[in-house]
């Protein structure tokens, strides 16, 4: 299985900042990424697939980017709604893996 | 707009066995990919098992020979037997759309409890 390694692990952060999260696959997934964003009670929403391809609907403010096996997921202008945890996937080798996921506090 | 509702969850004993159901709306079950994703309690994501709209079915080694997906096609309803169950398997349970291509998972439902405890 490919081992998705995700930091940091919790962010503190306040409304109107910039915030990355790092994600690094143990091996190459060329741009097999996806980043999802979880609330508690709530279902997992799908923000960006393909690395960088924002899912529609889904804020500009979010994006992603890839250099190599490492993976980075940047929101900016952070709005109320945009605290909670995320993840992110690999969805090109099977079975697909997620990272340990990043609380955005 | 699309919907996934699971159900089926609750305390079960080790080595007993639930039935999880989770009914859709909004788009065909039989003509997709659908998978089982949980997460334990404090834990991240872990996906469980695999329905391709062919038939074919996979499975994480961690619940192999154990689960089992399946589909009704009649009630659009994915469906996923647990039987011999541990405590490890103790997590949220969530029923997902499997976007292709590669295994992107696009729609979600809230997810059903299990909880596996003596």
């Known amino acids: 299985d490919i081992q998705m390694t995700q930091s940091p692990a919790f962010v503190s952060a306040s409304i109107g900042d910039t915030v990355t999260i790092a994600c690094q696959a143990g091996q190459d997934i060329s741009g097999w990424l996806a980043w999802y964003q979880h609330k508690p009670g709530k279902a997992p929403q799908l923000l960006i697939y393909?690395?960088?391809t924002l899912r529609s609907g889904v804020p500009s403010r979010f994006s992603g980017s890839r250099s190599g096996a490492d993976f980075t997921l940047t929101i900016r202008d952070l709005q109320p709604e945009d605290f909670a945890t995320y993840y992110c996937?690999?969805?090109?080798?099977?079975?697909?893996?997620f990272g340990q996921g990043t609380r955005l506090e | 707009e699309a919907q996934l509702v699971e159900s089926g969850g609750g305390l079960i004993q080790p080595g007993g066995s639930l039935r999880l159901s989770c009914v859709v709306s909004?788009?065909?079950?039989?003509?997709?990919?659908m998978s089982w994703v949980r997460q334990a309690p404090g834990k991240g994501l872990e996906w469980v098992s695999g329905l391709y709209s062919s038939g074919a079915t996979y499975y994480a080694e961690s619940v192999q020979g154990r689960f089992i997906i399946s589909r009704d096609n009649s009630k659009n309803a994915l469906h996923l037997q647990m039987n011999s169950l541990r405590v490890g398997d103790t997590a949220l349970y969530f029923c997902?759309?499997?976007?292709?291509?590669?295994?992107?998972?696009?729609?979600w439902g809230r997810g059903s409890l299990v909880s596996v405890s003596a």
């Open positions: 909004g788009f065909t079950v039989g003509n997709n990919y």
């Open positions: 996937q690999q969805a090109q080798s099977f079975p697909p893996t």
């Open positions: 997902v759309k499997v976007f292709q291509p590669g295994w992107y998972f696009d729609l």
């Open positions: 393909a690395a960088s």
